[in-house]
């Protein structure tokens, strides 16, 4: 089955550890890229990349770091969590062409407190 | 200035009926891509329907229509015969490209829609 997972899906943490969230795909795709959604907010992006070693910062991407060293994984760090990065955090991933669907994971809920 | 906007915050329709939730855009970019997802209570994002800037015919997804006015940079998404898992949020988003072979899409704050029985 073609899906975008992600983990964990619910996290409470305090402010200043450290945290990775993980995101892995199964399509093949070479595209994925990282959302935060916030109320009234709709979904800004993080940070994305076209495919392994390169990636680019996305709407706000202060207080994010990411990786891609395969091609399935896109792993979302915070080294250091503040409160007002609690919000709900999606994966996505598409074809380089960019055309038709973005295949979401589904979220993952993060509190820092 | 915003380059996805959604007006409509909330919106309710009677089941049965047929809803049209606006988008409109702003871009520069000679091809780009307009999406439609839904978001149910459950938090999951659903892709509906996807248009591209060159496509000339609008695009359909069963009942689902994307209405696009590329003069007026619009992006309507019709849904007809409205059913009560309709009610979600409504996400319209812009693909737009960003730098040599790269892209990034934009998200709009999103449309509440809630049907009535």
């Known amino acids: 089955e073609a899906q975008v997972t992600q983990n964990p899906r619910y996290l409470i943490t305090v402010t200043g550890k450290k945290l990775t969230v993980t995101c892995s795909q199964n399509m093949n795709h070479e595209y994925m890229s990282w959302y935060r959604q916030d109320p009234g907010l709709g979904l800004r992006q993080i940070y994305y990349s076209m495919n392994v070693e390169v990636t680019d910062k996305g709407d706000v991407p202060e207080g994010y770091k990411v990786s891609r060293k395969e091609k399935r994984n896109f792993p979302l760090i915070l080294e250091s969590p503040s409160p007002n990065q609690t919000s709900l955090y999606f994966c996505?991933?598409?074809?380089?062409?960019?055309?038709?669907?973005?295949?979401f994971g589904p979220g993952t809920r993060l509190t820092v407190t | 200035a915003q380059k996805i906007t959604q007006t409509q915050p909330g919106m309710f329709v009677q089941e049965k009926e047929a809803v049209t939730l606006d988008c409109t855009y702003d871009?520069?970019?000679?091809?780009?891509?307009l999406f439609w997802y839904k978001q149910p209570s459950s938090g999951e994002m659903i892709f509906l329907i996807y248009q591209g800037s060159y496509d000339e015919q609008n695009a359909t997804e069963g009942r689902y229509s994307l209405n696009f006015q590329k003069a007026r940079k619009s992006a309507n998404l019709v849904i007809s015969a409205s059913q009560l898992g309709d009610s979600a949020m409504y996400f319209c988003a812009m693909r737009e490209t960003s730098g040599a072979g790269s892209y990034q899409l934009t998200f709009g704050k999103g449309t509440k829609l809630s049907v009535i029985p």
């Open positions: 871009t520069s970019d000679q091809s780009y891509g």
């Open positions: 996505a991933s598409s074809y380089a062409t960019g055309i038709g669907e973005q295949y």
